[in-house]
Each structure stands twice: as C-alpha cells, then as structure tokens.
C-alpha cells in the first residue's frame, strides 16, 4: 500500500478502538467506544507487536485486568481466545484478516453490473453459509454490484458493501456448479478496480482458515494487514 493509504487505514483502526500512537505497538483492553459502540462481545485485532481489545460494557472487571497484563505474543494467538470463550461459554468468529488495495488493477469486458434479480439469482445457486462468508449477505446500491451471466444465469458475483461510508468492502461468491474457472479472480478484479478508482482503496476481508479466499486476494494484489476476530454468544459475524 501507498503511505497515503496506509495512514488511512490506520486511522479508521485507531477509530474502532478509541487508540492512538500505541496502535500496532502495544497491548490496549478498553471497553466499547468509538466506532464498535455497544458491540456485544469481545472485538480483537492485531498486527506486528500490537493488540487492540474491545471489551463489552458488562465485562467482569478481573477479565479486563487480566487481558491487559498479558504479552502481544499470547494475546495475539487464535488458541488463546479459543481457551478464554470455552471457559466463559461464548464462541470465536474468525480469526479473518483484512487486506487492502490501492492500485487498480483493471476491469474485465466479461463482467457486467448486476440486477437485484440478478444477485437473487446467484443466491439461490450457493449454501446460506456461502453466502454470508463471501460478503455477500448486504444489500450494495447500484452499480456496487458485478457478476459474470451465463446462459441467462447469474455465476459469479462480486459486491461492494459499505466501509468507511463508500461502497468498497469486497463480497465474493460463485455458483457451485461453476467454480474451478478462475471466476472469483474475474469479477474480484472488476469489483476491486471499481473500488479504487472511485474510492481510493479497496478492502477484502476473509476467514484466515478461507484458503481459496485467501489465495485469490493475494493473486489480485491485496496486501494482508491485520487479524481479526471476535468473542460473544451465539453464531454471529463478527
């Protein structure tokens, strides 16, 4: 990423955890404030030697003390927080890391600007749980929305949900029957593209476990920067 960039998205960071100059330098537990508001639940993310946690406004005040004497290394470990949620009966989601872009990287002729009815269609072509992993479960204004059709049908799909109050927070899906073609890295270009042309930058965020996620954000350029995952009851995105 450009510096420009990079100071950009560190802003937003510092914004979601109330941090300043200790952001991606040292150990932060604080409870909710800036952007996570009353989130109910645990929020972490980590890079390099910081550690940023989100507590919930009814967390046991030892839990919060406890978190704050620990090292980077531990807190910054997926196991440690799988330990920390069985023993208080609450769930992880994640760990997903964030990747940024900032170059534009082109579009594709093959890919068009999606209907609604277009998107339903490739709705109805995934698993619910597909669905919402790849980003997908929002509902992007138009023209934030790009597909490859295909005999009528909708096969893959790329959105631009809502991040930093611009549509440029990637969602990606292709129908089951028609993946092994290198769709996920066509309509990701154009999306990706589209995004950075209009807003500056473009953000992908993936299960860390996502493989095939994983690997078509880094063929597109997307460069990972930083760890996420969250703590609460009951199956939520985090």
């Known amino acids: 990423m450009r ?26 537990v604080l409870h909710p404030q800036g952007q996570l508001g009353d989130y109910e639940g645990w929020y972490v993310a980590w890079r390099d030697d910081g550690v940023h ?47 940024y872009l900032d170059v534009d990287i082109g579009t594709s002729v093959d890919v ?12 109805t072509r995934v ?8 980003g997908m479960a929002d509902d992007p204004p138009a023209p934030a929305a790009f597909g490859v059709v295909a005999d009528g049908r909708t096969v893959a799909g790329a959105v631009l949900n809502d991040w930093r109050g611009v549509p440029s927070d990637l969602g990606v899906v292709v ?4 993946r092994g073609r290198g769709l996920a890295t066509t309509v990701g270009r154009h ?22 996620s994983m690997r078509v954000a880094r063929r597109l350029g ?17």
């Open 3 to 28: 510096d420009r960039t990079r100071l950009d998205v560190d802003e937003w960071w510092r914004g979601v955890f109330g941090v300043g100059s200790e952001l991606w330098s040292a150990v932060t």
């Open 112 to 123: 068009v600007a999606l209907s609604t009815g277009q998107l339903a269609d490739l709705e």
């Open 191 to 212: 999306a990706a593209s589209y995004a950075v042309r209009q807003h500056g930058v473009a953000r992908w965020r993936a299960a860390s476990s996502n493989v095939a």
């Open 175 to 178: 129908a089951s029957s028609n």
């Open 222 to 238: 997307f460069e990972p920067y930083a760890t996420q995952l969250a703590v609460r009851r009951g199956s939520f995105g985090a």
């Open 53 to 99: 946690v989100s507590a919930p406004s009814n967390a046991d005040g030892d839990d919060v003390g406890s978190l704050r004497t620990r090292p980077a290394t531990a807190m910054g470990d997926p196991d440690f927080w799988r330990t920390f949620a069985d023993d208080r009966g609450l769930q992880v989601i994640g760990p997903s890391t964030h990747s």
């Open 127 to 134: 698993r619910p749980e597909e669905w919402s992993e790849g």
